[in-house]
């Protein structure tokens, strides 16, 4: 019998093997699919299972969180949720996270592997830090004065230190509150459902997620470009481009609003905003000088993040000589982002020298040690610092002389554009009204914010959108805000 | 088989009785056991468990009793034995009130503690008062009459989960099937000790190596055995009908060396497994898991209990999240019994399930080896049978809960909470202790005087 008992353990011994090749298997050859298996609750648990690293908006707290004591533990809360909604995102149990709160997710949820106190730590524990915290560029008053004074109606706010690329401000309108999507259960599902459904979409990101037919606020950008290809070298010399100028390659005719457009200098153009000039000056340039420009702006860039990912504007790169004209009056297929219109503004204000805009200043640990610090970086230098100059001073004169008076500031230089965009089919919706701006306090030595403000207002009567009426006084707002600090 | 009478008695050998190591380990796995149930508060609330105390003082004084019940009674026992027992119940119970502060409504280390107190009593009365396992042998119709009766017996009570293998009195409920299988491990033994001659050698050679006992010789064993497994394919009990199945394969083989035996039954078994995995619903079901365990997440139904199960062991990765720190109490239903290996995965990781596994192996290893010492074909073959059943246990519920076979409803050994599963592992313990006393001891006299007449020498082939 000793033979076969021999034979049975090894038969066990078998079994044994079996077992534990089995549980090597499944705890670490198939455990990173099976954590990740989407039905695994594990992940979630453990997301919400210690307190979130909050968001800073000047050094404050505009987020924090509450212990419900449920399985998913620790739920988002917000201090003013719908002024901050456009900066933070949400961060959901059920719907996940956006924006900020998604782009900096793995510190605020204590994952992020700098956060750890040695490298691999981690790994190693299969543990998570405290969360970490996330402080934005952003200024309250400057937030605020841009949230009041879109009051609800549909546009979008985007301010930027011009010097450094910081964003000032930014604001969506109209906005949602973001903690009513924050737990789970049938509130918050109810809660959703209301905001995706809303019509006045309060969930979509206007300042960065949305773009809009520029008008003629991007004649700063046709300007720079007619100035650096050396099309325009006397801004105050007449152009050639007649009044009514008849679009290339068709029998259309380009209107203005204003009187005095034929041949009018590119100094008038800018200041009354004739269209005819502008479009003639764009088709002058070329296709090729003009997107070269336009692209040093920004546009087309699929890869700007702030962190979160904005927008790409969009200037077609083959158009004929008809759509060109149209395109650089900020029409046909144009379209900008608020926060691309902003960065107009500030690489004029800022000589040329754009800077990549960016939203978070430094993250810390929990306890306040720094993690990561937003390096200033030139995203392109734009222009000449000569053309640059001379961009400055036609935003200047829109604004003491011309279309933009609503936006001028005792005690600062003021630039501005206003446009007042064409769209829908056959220009039948109503027009959006823009303004950009920058502003620079008399005693300082360089240009304390650039601004974009787009209102969107499907409620106003056409004749009373503008971007001089509407736009410019918000901007405004949001200029002396930054002017004050 | 036996030793030769040539031999002259060896003088004064002294054989080594390894008390002291036994005690040394004893101290070991309360030690573990205790900082277990620390770590466990300290993961979960930060703070030393206020009982932590008097929980290791009880088992402490537990595994103090037992230990000198077999210094006493069973001086040269195996050592490693009830140390790897108090070690596997420590845990068991730490894990259970782990899983208890889950469900706050659900307290279920309290009767498991009752439970091995009971456990470890039986443990005591067994080493103290059965001198000798061989007398066993004498009560094998009692053995396997009780056995049937215990296993008959629920199916007078109502279904819990689907199977009709509790007896409900009162508040206590137990699983009789549970005392079914040491005591049908007992009448196996005996009675193929007696008759494994006949099996072997007499009867219609089939074809090959296969031969067909005498109808008389294999007649009651095999009625006794399909019984008890219809038995418990009536009352759903598909773990130890399977267990059964296995048990009677093993000690076949063992008492006969013929491999057909084997064939047999693993024919058997597969035509068995297929019917019933193909026709009985409840089972169906489950063979459904274990083929796509992830069916249900992809219906939209959420995940199922083996997918659970699954998540919690790739949780616990290499080192697992910690006593306290894991998520196991997902798996919902059966966490604490069925699946409660699932925790140990989830929180102790593959190291701690791998040590698991080899405290498993070497208590089924050490009961072997008491096998291979022994002098008499009962004890053997109850040594193999008590062990096997210890393995097959454990091999069938951990490939279950780790989808590596269908899951079947059994208890891990010590670990799950269960009482009539951590009195009868105690008394299988207890047993093996006995057996590797007998093994590890000075040789007994020969019990019966017919077994002293001598064999010529040479004749000694086994």
Redesign the interface.
């Known amino acids: 019998?000793?033979?076969?008992?021999?034979?049975?353990?090894a038969?066990?011994?078998v079994?044994?093997v079996?077992?534990?090749v089995?549980?090597?298997r499944?705890?670490?050859v198939?455990?990173?699919s099976?954590?990740d298996?989407?039905?695994?609750?594990?992940q979630t648990?453990?997301r919400f299972e210690q307190r979130r690293g909050d968001i800073l908006v000047g050094g404050k707290a505009v987020t924090g969180s509450v212990d419900t004591g449920e399985q998913l533990r620790f739920e988002r809360t917000y201090a003013d949720g719908p002024l901050y909604a456009p900066v933070t995102g949400y961060a959901s149990q059920t719907y996940g996270t956006t924006l900020l709160e998604n782009a900096e997710d793995s510190l605020l949820t204590g994952t992020n592997p700098l956060l750890a106190p040695l490298p691999f730590w981690n790994d190693?524990t299969?543990g998570r830090q405290p969360g970490g915290r996330v402080a934005t560029t952003v200024r309250a008053s400057m937030q605020r004065a841009a949230f009041d004074g879109l009051a609800g109606r549909r546009g979008a706010v985007a301010a930027i230190q011009p010097s450094s690329g910081r964003i000032l401000a930014l604001v969506s309108s109209p906005s949602y509150n973001p903690e009513q999507l924050s737990g789970t259960g049938p509130a918050v599902t109810a809660a959703w459902t209301a905001l995706t459904g809303a019509e006045a979409q309060p969930m979509l990101n206007r300042a960065i997620r949305q773009t809009y037919p520029p008008g003629s606020a991007f004649k700063i950008v046709t300007a720079a470009a007619a100035l650096d290809a050396g099309v325009v070298t006397d801004v105050d010399a007449p152009t050639s481009v007649p009044d009514p100028y008849v679009l290339p390659g068709t029998t259309t005719t380009l209107p203005n609003e204003v009187d005095g457009c034929d041949r009018a200098s590119l100094a008038f153009a800018i200041t009354f905003s004739c269209n005819s000039v502008m479009a003639g000056l764009g088709v002058k340039v070329g296709a090729a000088d003009m997107l070269d420009t336009v692209e040093k702006f920004g546009f087309n860039d699929t890869g700007i993040r702030i962190p979160s990912g904005v927008a790409a504007s969009n200037f077609d790169t083959e158009m004929s000589d008809d759509q060109l004209a149209l395109s650089s009056i900020g029409q046909f297929d144009t379209r900008a982002t608020p926060l691309q219109m902003a960065m107009v503004a500030s690489a004029v204000a800022n000589g040329g020298d754009l800077r990549r805009p960016y939203l978070v200043d430094r993250t810390t640990s929990a306890d306040g040690d720094p993690v990561s610090r937003t390096a200033e970086r030139t995203y392109r230098q734009v222009m000449d610092p000569s053309t640059a100059r001379r961009v400055r001073q036609l935003m200047v004169d829109v604004v003491e002389e011309g279309t933009g008076t609503n936006a001028g500031i005792d005690g600062a230089t003021v630039g501005g554009k206003t446009g007042t965009a064409q769209h829908g089919i056959g220009n039948a919706g109503v027009p959006y009204a823009w303004f950009i701006a920058w502003a620079q306090a008399d005693d300082a030595g360089e240009p304390a914010v650039a601004v974009a403000v787009v209102v969107e207002d499907a409620e106003a009567d056409r004749s009373d959108i503008s971007g001089g009426g509407d736009a410019a006084p918000i901007a405004r707002a949001v200029m002396e805000a930054a002017l004050a600090e | 088989m036996t030793a030769t009478r040539a031999d002259p008695p060896p003088p004064e050998l002294r054989l080594p009785k390894r008390r002291g190591v036994e005690l040394s380990l004893l101290v070991c796995a309360v030690v573990i056991s205790v900082f277990g149930y620390v770590s466990v508060g300290l993961g979960r609330n930060d703070a030393v468990p206020p009982d932590a105390a008097r929980y290791g003082a009880g088992l402490g004084l537990l595994a103090l009793l037992a230990h000198l019940a077999v210094r006493l009674r069973a001086p040269y026992a195996d050592p490693l034995l009830l140390p790897i027992a108090v070690l596997l119940n420590g845990l068991g119970l730490v894990l259970i009130y782990r899983l208890d502060l889950e469900t706050p409504h659900d307290q279920a280390a309290p009767a498991q503690l009752v439970w091995s107190t009971f456990g470890v009593a039986l443990f005591i009365a067994a080493v103290l008062f059965l001198r000798e396992a061989r007398v066993l042998q004498r009560y094998a119709y009692l053995c396997v009459a009780a056995a049937l009766v215990l296993l008959i017996v629920p199916i007078f009570f109502p279904a819990v989960n689907g199977a009709k293998i509790w007896i409900r009195i009162g508040g206590l409920s137990f699983q009789p099937g549970e005392f079914a299988k040491i005591l049908l491990a007992v009448f196996f033994a005996s009675y193929l000790a007696a008759n494994r001659d006949a099996l072997a050698y007499t009867g219609r050679r089939l074809w090959w190596k296969l031969q067909l006992p005498t109808g008389r010789v294999l007649g009651p064993i095999v009625s006794i055995w399909l019984l008890s497994v219809i038995v418990l394919v009536l009352e759903r009990d598909l773990g130890t009908s399977l267990l059964f199945f296995g048990l009677f394969v093993?000690l076949l083989?063992?008492?006969t060396?013929r491999i057909g035996w084997i064939a047999v039954g693993l024919l058997l078994a597969a035509v068995g497994a297929f019917v019933v995995g193909s026709y009985e619903p409840h089972v169906h079901g489950r063979v459904e898991d274990w083929l796509s365990p992830?069916a249900s997440?992809d219906a939209g139904q959420?995940?199922g209990q083996l997918?659970q199960s699954?998540?919690a062991?790739?949780?616990?990765?290499?080192?697992g999240?910690g006593l306290g720190l894991g998520?196991s109490v997902?798996i919902g239903f059966a966490a604490k019994s069925d699946f409660i290996l699932a925790t140990a995965?989830e929180e102790l990781?593959?190291a701690g399930?791998?040590a698991i596994?080899l405290l498993?192996?070497l208590l089924?290893?050490r009961g072997?080896r008491a096998?291979?010492a022994l002098h008499h074909?009962f004890g053997?073959?109850l040594a193999?049978g008590l062990?096997?059943i210890l393995?097959?246990q454990?091999?069938v519920i951990?490939?279950g809960v780790?989808?590596?076979i269908p899951l079947t409803g059994m208890a891990m050994p010590f670990l799950a909470q269960g009482g009539s599963s951590v009195v009868t592992n105690w008394i299988i313990v207890a047993l093996l202790i006995r057996v590797s006393d007998a093994a590890r001891g000075p040789r007994p006299e020969p019990v019966e005087p017919d077994a002293a007449v001598p064999v010529a020498e040479g004749t000694e082939s086994?």
């Open positions: 019998m000793i033979r076969q008992i021999r034979h049975t353990a038969f066990c011994l079994l044994l079996a077992l534990l089995n549980a090597g499944i705890q670490v198939d455990a990173d099976l954590d298996n989407p039905a695994n609750r594990r648990v453990a190693v299969r | 093993i083989y063992v008492a060396g992830f997440i959420g995940p997918a699954l998540f062991f790739a949780a616990g990765g290499m080192f999240t998520e997902l995965g990781g593959l399930l791998t596994f498993y192996a089924v290893a072997y096998g291979l074909p053997q073959l193999v062990s096997s393995a097959l454990v091999f951990a490939g780790m989808g590596l086994r």
